[in-house]
């Protein structure tokens, strides 16, 4: 029995023939529905409640950027992954800031879409190499030291994991401190960088080089 259920939203109807038969073909993921716009998955995804919405950005009507947020703003548990053809910063930067745990091209392979897929069901933020550099490069990103917050030496451990896209009980598994430790340094993390969710605390220690990210490369 597959046990992460995926939704599509793109407009093109042969776009999601094609994603749901890559999806279904891995045999740990199944569609449970699609849609054409941002409004139509809106509409019926609150009876749904997948665990992965995979998103296309540019849509008729609300478009990506605003689909993801009114999704998320409705269940905050919902993992957003945007598959698109465009990387333009406004776009990158609106999607990742609404709170997309992923943003893929389509020009990946099925076996790349996959495996980014089955690491975000594992928590894992995936971000393509062009975009994470886009990310890194934007806005003239090169941080003095002292732009960066003051971590203590274990938030910075916990912050690589993050990166690495570990729950709160690997972390805790991997250190060697309790599940609540790991909470309370997430929660500080969190404040230091300014973030409302483990997504933007990666991206923004990606922005001051305080973690390298694993990068999912494009084919």
């Known amino acids: 029995m597959a046990s992460t259920s995926v939704y599509i939203i793109d407009d093109h109807q042969l776009v999601r023939y094609g994603l749901r038969a890559v999806i279904e073909a891995d045999g740990d993921m ?10 139509e998955a809106i509409e019926w995804l609150h009876d749904l409640r997948p ?43 609106g999607v990742l800031s609404a709170g997309a745990v992923g943003y893929l091209m389509k020009d990946a392979s099925a076996e790349s879409l996959l495996q980014s897929l089955r690491g975000v069901a594992d928590g894992q933020t995936v971000l393509d190499s062009a975009v994470a550099r886009r990310v890194i490069d ?11 917050p003051l971590l203590s030496n274990r938030e910075m451990d916990v912050l690589a994991l993050m990166a690495r896209g570990c729950n709160n009980r690997s972390i805790a598994q991997e250190l ?16 230091k960088l300014d973030s409302r969710d483990r997504t933007q605390a ?3 220690a990606i922005r001051l080089r305080l973690v390298d990210m694993p990068l999912e490369e494009s084919d």
Not at 176 to 191: G, Q
Request: charged share 30%; aromatic share 4%; glycine share 8%.
């Open 30 to 39: 199944v569609v449970i529905g699609e849609a054409a716009s941002g409004e």
């Open 51 to 93: 665990d992965i919405v995979l998103l296309d950005l540019r849509m008729p009507g609300i478009g990506g950027v605003e689909t993801c947020r009114r999704l998320l703003d409705r269940d905050p548990k919902m993992r957003v992954v945007v598959l698109t053809s465009y990387d333009d910063d406004d776009e990158v930067f």
């Open 138 to 148: 934007a806005k003239g990103m090169s941080p003095e030291a002292s732009d960066a």
């Open 176 to 191: 060697w401190i309790s599940e609540p430790t790991v909470k309370s340094h997430v929660s500080h993390i969190l404040r």
């Open 202 to 204: 990666v991206v923004e």
